[in-house]
């Protein structure tokens, strides 16, 4: 099944307690492979794996901010981490699986926030920002 994100229309799928399990990067093309993507549909629950491609994506806008704790806060309303493109992010955690909690969606931005879980660390808190002019295409 394929569906193309209509910028104007509620997206059907939720990707709350989704895992992006790969990163592909290829020019102003960035695809998410994920563990299951969810739909809700006269009240029941189906789940799927699949990915989303996003075209047109303009890399340099794109990022992954990744917190130092586990939490994100050293203490109250404090919190260091660092920003990371895309490709950095696939270098220095290789096999990191991004857990999303939270997605937003608003003009030509998407916001994934949640946790990245690498190796038998502590989950690190992660906040995701995509910038695209192309679509956003579900391929489950």
Known sequence: MEYIRDRKSTVPFSLHDSRITQIDVNDDRLVLKFDRIFQYTDDEEKWFPGIIEFT??????????????????????????ETLSFEEFKEKYPSAEFEIITEGYCGYDTTYRGYIWYK????????MTIFNLGNMIYRL
């Open 56 to 81: 047109k994506t303009d890399m340099e806008e794109c990022e992954i901010m990744v917190f130092d704790t586990p939490y994100g806060f050293e203490g109250e309303k404090l919190f260091s981490g």
């Open 120 to 127: 038998d660390e502590e989950p690190m808190v992660g906040i």
